[in-house]
């Protein structure tokens, strides 16, 4: 009995780790899945821009993100190749250990045989039991052959279902080979695609370098909208925080009107005992209990807001960007590139601050608390001013531009006056 709890205990051991095998590999190949749809909608967007437009800081961003993007799907291409040599590994060691478990249970077995074919007749069996000293003895004896025979028919059904486990095992190693085959020689393409790729942008950058005068009075144009964009955000944002502030004083100076005429003392001697203490922009912008629930709730939701459109791709992340040898761009948000007149929505519950018309491409500026999230490139909006907004709902819908025919949409996190990173906080 204890062989036979020996041989399952194996088997689950091992199926437990196919499961957990299963459960990694479909991960890998769901995030492969959406590689691959990134990839495709990229592709689709350059075919029907580059060919007929003229070089665009949005076209080499595409091309650079386009390259990531592969090269993200190669490393998710070698992390599923090691999650099946690995398991391939495992299936080898498991088909080992069931035969070498078989031959154990077969040598078992052909000695219950041997036994068996020497008590083969009733004869036998009886003298065996008559054989016994006592009453006690021969009950024994009569237990065990009944032991012994049941024992015999579980030791044949776990040399059935050993081999069984083993069959099973050696197609699951071989469909694991097959798939690591097959991985294997998609990586191969993904670095040909790539190879190819990197020649078409060594001619964008080339022709960029060409046209680099007019490519660096095409980014110091967009450069300028973006500083003005910025200017008005902190403006927009600055002047919720002043706002904020002389409510807050406001408050404070009736609070001292309060106590002095409950105490008979004059405001200035109550104000000097309590001095005022100037709290920092984040801290006035979540200084009453429903601002600092609506900040701390959207704090909670990092890594799980959703994306501002349904469907997109990030063009162009947070932060400093070299583009070509000497172009050099800052960005205080991410742009996300999506299809023609798709709806942009609120990432979270607010209220809007401020809608913004900057030259016929509108900006939206939702409060959330001490954050507030930007909107960039929108047309049509439909929200304004100090309307109240929940998750999901739509501001207005991406502009198309005119010049290049793409679609994006320029979006930013802030915290108090400052942008952060927003990619960590979107769902993946």
């Known amino acids: 009995m204890k062989c036979i709890s020996g041989t399952l205990s194996v088997i689950a051991f091992f199926l437990s780790l ?17 590689l691959n749809r990134e990839i495709e909608q990229l592709n689709q967007s350059l075919k029907s821009t580059s060919s007929d437009k003229s070089l665009s800081l949005k ?8 390259l990531r993007l592969r090269e993200q799907k190669i490393s998710t291409i070698n992390k599923e190749i090691k ?15 069931l035969r070498n478990q078989l031959s154990k249970l077969r040598k078992d077995y052909e000695r219950m045989i041997m036994f068996a074919f020497r008590n083969r007749n009733a004869y036998n069996k009886m003298m065996f039991i008559f054989a016994s000293k006592d009453f006690n003895q021969a009950f024994k004896r009569v237990k065990y052959l009944q032991q012994f025979n049941e024992s015999r028919r579980e030791r044949a059904k776990e040399i059935e279902d050993t081999q069984k486990a083993i069959t099973l095992k050696v197609a699951q190693l071989e469909a694991s080979k097959k798939e690591q085959a097959a991985l294997l020689a998609e990586q191969q393409e993904e670095r040909k695609v790539i190879a190819q790729e990197q020649g ?7 022709a960029l370098t060409q046209q680099e005068k007019k490519f660096r009075q095409e980014l110091q144009k967009k450069q300028q909208e973006d500083e003005r964009l910025a200017r008005a955000i902190r403006t927009a944002i600055q002047r919720e925080i002043e706002e904020q502030r002389r409510l807050e004083e406001e408050a404070r100076k009736a609070a001292l009107a309060l106590e002095a005429e409950r105490t008979g003392r004059t405001v200035k001697e109550i104000e000097a005992e309590k001095p005022a203490v100037r709290k920092s922009d984040t801290e006035v912008l979540a200084n009453t209990p429903a601002a600092a629930k609506l900040s701390a ?12 459109v349904e469907q997109g791709l990030i063009t162009q992340g947070f932060g400093r960007h070299t583009i070509g040898r000497n172009v050099i761009v800052d960005n205080s948000g991410i742009k996300i ?11 979270f519950n607010g209220t809007v601050s401020r809608v913004i018309n900057m030259q016929g491409a509108y900006v939206v500026l939702v409060q959330h608390g001490k954050y507030f999230t930007v909107y960039q490139n929108l047309k049509n909006p439909v929200v304004k001013r100090g309307q109240a907004v929940q998750t999901g709902q739509a501001l207005g819908a991406v502009l198309t531009d005119s010049t290049d025919g793409t679609s994006e949409v320029h979006f930013e996190i802030w915290e108090g006056a400052a942008p952060i990173n927003p990619e960590p906080w979107l769902a993946k």
């Open 18 to 34: 196919g499961m957990g095998y299963a459960q990694s590999s479909a991960e890998l190949k769901k995030q492969r899945e959406r």
């Open 59 to 66: 076209q080499v961003n595409a091309l650079n993100t386009q």
């Open 83 to 97: 999650l099946i040599s690995n398991q391939i590994a495992s299936h080898n060691k498991t088909i080992q250990d």
């Open 200 to 206: 078409a942008e060594s001619k964008v950058l080339q």
């Open 297 to 308: 709730d959207f704090a909670s939701n990092r890594g799980r807001l959703p994306w501002p």
């Open 337 to 347: 590139r999506t299809a023609n007149d798709t709806p942009v929505r609120a990432i």
